[in-house]
């Protein structure tokens, strides 16, 4: 398998949307789900390789619209990831401690400075950017009080898109009695 990825450092500068960033998290997508797909181990050791390049050297999110980018990759990172997570047996529990260790340092801590999740999102694809970004960080790491605060949103908030939100209370009840 021959994907040629730029060796990262922070984006140009420290900007999501530098181009090598934007292909390698294709790439990672797309990798993974060819492994998935064919079973062949290549295309999963060259996602998982791209992927720890990139959480072992990029340190910052730190543009304008940040959230927008982090948002409209979230799908491929975290897609990426969880396939590689779930099904491949060379997947390590030290490749899940770095990726935990870059989502939370360089992820988390980049929404949560720049994109104010649990309140109040920003409006339309901007609201929906900080979800989807926060929701896969909040998946990956199994962090319950994260996922929580990306749900709060969505049901409480003006710019959440629910009519009528439920309560917190009926939230949680309803997540208890589900199998």
Request: glycine share 6%; hydrophobic share 40%; charged share 20%.
């Amino acid at each position: 398998v021959t994907v040629s990825h730029k060796k990262p450092g922070n984006p140009q500068p420290n900007d999501p949307s530098d181009p090598a960033w934007e292909n390698d998290m294709e790439a990672v997508h797309n990798l993974a789900r060819m492994w998935y797909f064919t079973d062949n181990a290549a295309y999963a050791q060259k996602a998982r390789d791209i992927l720890i390049t990139w959480a072992n050297n990029h340190t910052l999110f730190d543009a304008g619209e940040v959230y927008l980018e982090m948002g409209y990759r979230a799908h491929q990172v975290f897609e990426g990831a969880e396939i590689l997570r779930g099904t491949w047996p060379g997947w390590t529990q030290a490749d899940t401690d770095t990726l935990k260790t870059y989502f939370e340092t360089v992820w988390w801590n980049s929404i949560y400075d720049h994109l104010a999740v649990p309140d109040p999102l920003r409006s339309a694809n901007q609201g929906m950017s900080q979800l989807a970004a926060a929701l896969g960080v909040a998946v990956f790491l199994d962090d319950e009080v994260k996922f929580e605060q990306c749900l709060l949103p969505t049901t409480t908030s003006s710019t959440g898109a629910m009519a009528a939100p439920p309560t917190r209370a009926l939230i949680r009840a309803s997540l208890e009695t589900s199998p």
